[in-house]
Nanobody, 120 residues
Framework: VQLQASGGGLVQAGESLRLSCAAS????????MAWYRQAPGNQRELVAS???????KYAESVKGRFTISRDNAKKSVYLQMNSLKPEDTAVYYC???????????????WGQGTLVTVSS
């Protein structure tokens, strides 16, 4: 099983970016999906999460600016980031609880990270 993230880049403050992350391999089911980020010198933090049925949670710092969504048929999760700020600069990682073929329980998988840089 692999998670492939994409969509990062360099933008100016106030602009938008959309991150995507798709699961591939022997995926039977995906439970919760989420986006985390890690800025230089900081710990990795939860940005947003979404359940299989679409319930969402957000970090206070991104509420009203970021929107997480998912497409279960495409085994994908997305993060629409609007009104970006320099403090949003970080490596963004997707995370998913995945049930693999032949395995009973779900285990957490991580994408490789995609860099978002917001200039002032």
């Amino acid at each position: 099983v692999q998670l492939q993230a994409s969509g990062g880049g360099l933008v100016q403050a106030g602009e938008s970016l959309r991150l995507s992350c798709a699961a591939s391999g022997t995926v039977i089911d995906i439970d919760d999906m989420a986006w985390y980020r890690q800025a230089p010198g900081n710990q990795r933090e939860l940005v947003a999460s979404i359940t299989w049925s679409g319930d969402t949670k957000y970090a206070e710092s991104v509420k009203g600016r970021f929107t997480i969504s998912r497409d279960n048929a495409k085994k994908s999760v997305y993060l629409q980031m609007n009104s970006l700020k320099p403090e949003d600069t970080a490596v963004y990682y997707c995370n998913a609880d995945i049930v693999e073929r032949g395995v009973r329980d779900a285990y957490a998988f991580w994408g490789q990270g995609t860099l978002v840089t917001v200039s002032s």
